[in-house]
């Protein structure tokens, strides 16, 4: 997907604007009780915490072993005649709470719908400006990054955000690092860093974005995404704050590379580091997923664009490029802004009706924290979220979560489910379509944390190990 902070000429006027297209921001539990972030290690103070107690601190004390995940769904194998739930997964890129507080509100939304989301932490988000010299791309050089670095204020609303998030049931996956776009990455001018992460030489300019990078060059992207997670607290000084609450190698399971292609070397890489999935950020029709080499794929899918005959990504951006362009290079139109976001609104809405009366496949819908044209996509996800969480059979689940119901099911039915086409429904019903799915063995239910919801069973294929 495209770059998350080239926004300037699309971006509303102002912190406000966005309020005002949005609506009031008074359902983000995140947004209350700020607490104090003027210094290296404090004050620190947290606001009413909801992540269980530390079970066991890990490395400098940045992210902790705080037991099973809360709020996690149980989930069984396909009985013979059941009709698979319409999962939706709502997916957010880039996930960082700075001044616009767009974070917060994204995670109000599945708050108040009831729905799990995945947000797709950079590395880098993670790491202030000042340190940025830690950071070795591949290919580029030492400290360069196309999505900018942060500070210790943004880092600290950040962290609050996501733990409140996973609290919640939702999944922080990883968005690796800087956001390189294109076939020179965006850094493609400056000499690369023959120090870099997995280059031992200098590259030609033409071949430096991720879509060239090797599988060595993503391990090293992984590497470095996990240091900075596992390190806040030493590099950026804030000792005083709260764990992260989860031990990263074992509960960040998937990422989204950035752009719109599937970079060919982040498989293997993926597949080595323990990774379950891969959101590929190219589109798709809207069937069912696959699994190769042990991955599932999860990509974006062509929906309708209501009013034109053509079809475009179930993403911010994908209807942002039909409307006004590109981020970058896109014309502002404050009249239409009310019209553009119908408009996405109405597509999710008929790209969802398409799967849930036809072939049930997933609806993965992608979204950048941005205040495109007004922030108006962003009230679309949400209005579409209140719309279709609390319908019959509907499951609003992460990636993760989605990868653990299909692990669970018959290999056989899975194959029969994606050999149906966009829309379609089984002829016959659903009651004749699943036939002899014997169920699962029962597999051992993690404990439950403590006032939570018991955790689904084991799925059948490891996640990642503790050390590595």
């Not at 809360?70 to 996930?95: N, T």
Request: net charge negative; with cysteine; aromatic share 8%.
């Amino acid at each position: 997907m495209h770059c998350v902070r080239k926004t300037p000429k699309l971006a509303a006027a102002g912190a406000a604007a966005v309020m005002l297209a949005m609506g009031v921001i008074g359902c983000s539990a995140g947004a209350v009780g700020r607490r104090g972030s003027d210094g290296p290690g404090g004050p620190g103070i947290e606001a009413a915490p909801r992540a269980p107690r530390v079970l066991r601190s890990i490395g400098d004390g940045s992210t902790a072993d705080t037991g099973p995940q809360p709020h996690q769904p149980a989930f069984h194998r396909l009985r013979p005649g059941e009709k698979p739930p319409q999962f939706v997964v709502f997916s957010w890129d880039g996930a960082v709470e700075d001044g616009r507080r767009l974070l917060s509100y994204v995670r109000g939304i599945g708050e108040r719908d009831d729905a799990a989301m995945t947000y797709f932490l950079s590395g880098v988000g993670l790491l202030p400006a000042d340190r940025k010299d830690l950071y070795t791309p591949p290919r580029h050089p030492r400290g360069a990054a196309d999505t900018g670095l942060t500070d210790r204020a943004t880092i600290a609303d950040t962290l609050h955000e996501l733990r409140i998030a996973w609290a919640d049931g939702s999944e922080i996956g990883t968005y690796f690092n800087a956001h390189f776009c294109g076939q020179d990455g965006g850094a493609a001018d400056q000499p690369a860093d023959a120090g870099a992460a997995g280059t031992a030489v200098a590259e030609d300019a033409a071949d430096s974005g991720p879509g060239a990078w090797t599988p060595q060059e993503w391990a090293g992207e992984i590497r470095q995404a996990q240091d900075f997670t596992q390190r806040w607290k030493t590099n950026t000084g804030l000792t005083a704050l709260d764990p992260l609450p989860f031990d990263y190698a074992k509960g960040v399971v998937g990422g989204r590379a950035p752009c719109r292609t599937d970079p060919a070397g982040l498989p293997p890489a993926a597949k080595a580091a323990g990774f379950r999935y891969t959101a590929d950020p190219s589109g798709q029709p809207q069937i069912w997923p696959a699994k190769t080499d042990g991955l599932w794929h999860f990509p974006v899918q062509d929906i309708p664009v209501p009013g034109r005959d053509v079809e475009t990504l179930s993403t911010d951006e994908g209807f942002l490029s039909v409307q006004s362009g590109t981020p970058d290079n896109g014309t502002e139109d404050p009249g239409q802004y009310a019209i553009w976001g119908r408009q996405m609104h109405d597509g999710l809405i008929a790209g969802f009706d398409r799967a849930y009366r036809g072939n049930r496949a997933p609806l993965v819908i992608g979204g950048h924290l941005e205040s495109w044209n007004g922030g108006v996509y962003l009230k679309a996800a949400g209005d579409t979220a209140k719309e279709v969480c609390g319908e019959q059979d509907v499951r609003c689940v992460s990636f993760k979560q989605l990868a653990d119901w299909l692990d669970l099911q018959d290999p056989q039915v899975l194959d029969r489910l994606r050999g149906l086409d966009v829309g379609q429904a089984p002829k016959g019903g659903w009651k004749s379509f699943v036939r002899q799915a014997p169920a699962a063995p029962a597999a051992p239910a993690a404990p439950a944390a403590p006032g939570a919801p018991a955790a689904p069973g084991v799925p059948s294929e490891p996640v990642r190990p503790a050390a590595r």
